[in-house]
């Protein structure tokens, strides 16, 4: 009886913190931290890859939150794109959808990988050079992996998800890319000693 008890208080207290950090008043508060947090969790799972492979030595916190500010970022993007998105288009017909899907991957998929390597160039202070040569290497390789497997995230995202769950949705799904983005933004290029040889 206690234990149900016990159990019944803390399905309260997660219903009155969920009703309070997806309301409207605390929403972006509430997808800034999911963006920050799981940008964070994906580069630390990175970096244990990169160690287990012996390409690190050892974790690096500094990268690890370079890679959270830059979800934090591409967080406040997400949080209003999705919102104009839903006013514009506020229909879940599949016609609806797929415009939708269109848009984020035609407009907003640039202007997210473009606001990421903006907000890690600032942070690691590159200069103008360093910037377009990392921006001109990478970003194609990582839009060219969006278009894998977001348009069918985003159908379920705007076919099923609600709006208010939208962000959410979309860095659970973007653990995994998130894993993939640190090792892209952080892959070392070969260096002309080795590939002579």
Same mark, same amino acid.
């Given at each position: 009886?206690?234990?149900?008890?016990?159990?019944?208080?803390?399905?309260?207290?997660?219903?009155?913190?969920?009703? #309070?950090? &997806?309301?409207?008043?605390? !929403? %972006?508060?509430?997808?800034?931290?999911?963006? =920050?947090?799981?940008?964070?969790?994906?580069?630390?799972?990175?970096?244990?890859?990169?160690?287990?492979?012996?390409?690190?030595?050892?974790?690096?916190?500094?990268?690890?939150?370079?890679?959270?500010?830059?979800?934090?970022?591409?967080?406040?993007?997400?949080?209003?794109?999705?919102?104009?998105?839903?006013?514009?288009?506020?229909?879940?017909?599949?016609?609806?959808?797929?415009?939708?899907?269109?848009?984020d991957q035609i407009i907003?998929?640039?202007?997210?990988?473009? #606001?990421? &390597?903006?907000?890690?160039? !600032? %942070?690691?202070?590159?200069?103008?050079?360093? =910037?377009?040569?990392?921006?001109?290497?990478?970003?194609v390789v990582l839009y060219?992996?969006?278009?894998?497997?977001?348009?069918?995230?985003?159908?379920?995202?705007?076919?099923?998800?609600?709006?208010?769950?939208?962000?959410?949705?979309?860095?659970?799904?973007?653990?995994?890319?998130?894993?993939?983005?640190?090792?892209?933004?952080?892959?070392?290029?070969?260096?002309?000693?080795?590939?002579?040889?």
């Open positions: 009886m206690f234990r149900r008890a016990r159990w019944r208080r803390v399905l309260q207290g997660v219903n009155r913190w969920h009703s #309070v950090a &997806f309301s409207k008043r605390y !929403l %972006l508060y509430t997808n800034l931290g999911i963006s =920050f947090s799981l940008s964070m969790v994906g580069d630390t799972m990175e970096q244990a890859y990169e160690r287990y492979l012996g390409e690190i030595d050892a974790w690096n916190g500094t990268r690890t939150l370079r890679m959270g500010m830059g979800g934090l970022t591409v967080g406040v993007v997400c949080h209003y794109w999705y919102q104009y998105l839903d006013y514009r288009y506020p229909n879940r017909t599949i016609r609806t959808v797929m415009r939708k899907i269109l848009l907003c998929s640039p202007f997210y990988i473009t #606001v990421f &390597f903006i907000t890690m160039g !600032l %942070l690691e202070r590159q200069s103008w050079e360093e =910037f377009r040569e990392e921006v001109m290497e990478k970003a060219m992996a969006e278009w894998t497997f977001w348009p069918a995230a985003q159908f379920v995202n705007f076919f099923l998800i609600k709006p208010r769950y939208r962000v959410f949705y979309d860095n659970s799904m973007s653990l995994g890319y998130d894993i993939y983005t640190s090792g892209v933004k952080y892959r070392k290029k070969p260096s002309l000693e080795n590939t002579v040889k």
